[in-house]
């Protein structure tokens, strides 16, 4: 090896390939067949991303020296980069043929099997990088990622956290298991994690912005509202850094600052979609829709693949009315891969709209429970045409569904494969086209009913209560609060003016929101039924015998809600401004349930004013039934 091979190779090993470039170029008009120039020319144009000057170089140096490994490397890695996983492997196996100790052959072959789907080779390929070097980073870092993308989230926190007790200076190791531990929700054991990172890279964007996120999502305001003015301090006019600043603002609910730092993003990169549509998600709960619509179409046309922006576009559609695009954008809410897998039917074909190819159908419920209680109406249209379709939902609504009467079968999604069918369709997406131009489906309520047995036994109950009976629910599912439907919940604080003489309340609440009872200064005047009902595993089957027997229901924008309605009984639901576009953008009435009246707030965050409407109403109803009332009482 000559002087000027000598020191391109220190070259390549500094990552230096511009110098080793322009040596090796200076070399080959010397001698144009030298294969060792050529391949170390391959390698420095291979650094430089310049992958065509870099598959010249390496194709040349084979056809002179056709085993030479670092040839073959550069030309996998060439393929690497086109996403050519198969051709790139190909060249891998050569060069692992003629150096089997060459570690970072092997792991972009794990990095090329793992992106071509191929995880278990993928590991096979770490593990042997393993034997050959037991303590390399790489191989913990590729085998954590591994076995989260194959969902065994516990395999990767053991290889993080044994990297980061071998290497404890090493940011990336505490970076990734920060990482690993935000999605398992254990945010403390994250922060301390990005701390250490922090600490060995105090100025990395992603390590600060990561920490500020695990901040958030574990309550510590303070700490990330500092952190993210630090950020937006050290990176005024970075895009990254206003888009996540926005997204903290808009934790708070504070819209107007939300709205600021998205435009301060998209005025420094025009053509960021994401910050286009959190744009129009921050517009959309401020009420002004036709600037969301706006900010939601220009987030599809700069990435119109990206389903989170086509859904977020149906929704601001479905909301004010324009149901026919918003039904077909509403499919993007996840792909038809994630479909299939959900319903368990691979060799099933998809229900394309026609009655009669439904015959045989299945419908996949795929959402929560209030959406399914009130997506389950559309099995009377297919009975109305003839077609008994199965039901396949969450084991614990089987029961209510089957009230109904619709559908020939009703069962668990873990039991699908006792029920044969040869065409499925998810449940929410049959608005598409039953009524492609409409926002509901008009019908005849109940179209559930209560158990007779439990019917009896929770009205004998409820008869020994000589008040006017009112179930209420104030808390729905915070994990799907975080976007569109935040802020729809209210505390049962406000609830207190409900709390009239002749009242009796009794809570249905269950999960997040049922410890608000505890240490309640008015505790006393409602009855805790929630924890009582219910407890057989299947969802409602007591609740709606309790609404069989009660006076009213009165509810946030919760499943109860639904479960109401479809019941045919009187139920008033409280919606924040933003209500979700099943509600519609006004008015005390709804086409999906006659029974149900609606009362909005008038002012972002005002829940005072929709009780106190509500008590009025109360006390007014109460007043035209008192004679009744007193008879009882006597």
Known sequence: MNSSHHLASAALSRGDYATARRLMQESLTQSPKDAAALTMLGMACAGLNDWHAAKTASGLALSIQPDDPYALYTLANVH??????????????????????????????????????????????????????????????????????????????????????????????????????????????????????????????????????????????????????????????????????????????????????????????????????????????????????????????????????????????????????GWVRFEARFDDRALLTFSGRHGAKRWGGEPETASDLVLVAEAGLGDVIQYLRYGRWFNEHGIRPQLQCAASLVALARSSGFFSEVYAHQAVDKYPAST????????????????????????????????????????????????????????????????????????????????????????????????LAWRAQVLDWGAIADLSGSAFIDSAAILGGVDLVITSDTSLAHLAGALGRPVWVALHSHADWRWGMHGDATGWYPSMRLYRQTTRGDWRAVIDQMQSDLTRLISSIRPTLTREKG
Not at 159 to 167: A, G, I, S, V
Request: net charge negative; aromatic share 8%.
């Open 424 to 519: 499925w369709y998810p449940l929410l997406s049959v608005a598409r086209w039953i009524h492609p131009r409409a926002g509901f489906f008009a019908m005849p309520t109940p179209y559930l009913k209560a158990d007779a047995d439990r019917l009896a036994h929770w009205q004998s109950a409820l008869n020994t209560i000589p008040k006017f009976k009112v179930a209420i629910v104030w808390q729905g599912n915070p994990a799907v609060e975080k976007n569109s439907l935040r802020g729809r919940s209210l505390p049962l604080s406000f609830f207190e003016p409900l709390a009239q003489p002749d009242v009796q309340l009794i809570s249905l609440q269950k999960g997040a929101g049922y410890e608000q009872l505890e240490g």
């Open 80 to 325: 690497i980069a086109a996403k050519e996983w198969s051709a790139a492997i190909g060249y891998l196996n050569r060069t692992i043929e003629v150096k089997p100790a060459f570690i970072e052959a092997w792991l972009q072959k794990a990095h090329a099997h793992h992106q071509s789907g191929d995880l278990a080779s993928a590991q096979g390929a770490l593990l042997t990088a393993r034997q050959l070097q037991p303590s390399d980073a790489r191989v913990c870092l590729g085998l954590s990622q591994l076995y989260q993308d194959a969902g065994h989230p516990d395999e990767a926190l053991k290889e993080l956290e044994q990297l980061c007790q071998m290497h404890p200076q090493l940011a990336a190791a505490w970076f990734n298991l920060g990482n690993l531990l935000v999605s398992r929700l254990q945010y403390a054991a994250a922060i301390e994690a990005y701390q250490h990172a922090r600490m060995l890279t105090p100025h990395d964007k992603s390590t600060l912005l990561n920490l500020a996120k695990a901040y958030t999502d574990d309550g510590q305001l303070s700490q990330a509202q500092s952190l993210y003015e630090h950020l937006r301090n050290t990176h005024p006019k970075d895009p990254l850094v206003l888009l996540q600043l926005g997204n903290f603002f808009s934790h708070l609910d504070n819209l107007n600052e939300a709205e600021r730092s998205y435009r301060a993003a998209i005025e420094c990169q025009p053509t960021y979609a994401a910050a286009w549509s959190n744009l129009g998600n921050t517009l959309h709960a401020e009420g002004r829709l036709n600037e969301a619509l706006e900010a939601h179409r220009e987030a599809v046309r700069l990435t119109p693949g990206v389903r989170e922006y086509q859904a977020n576009l149906a929704l601001a559609e479905l909301t004010i009315g324009e149901f026919e695009s």
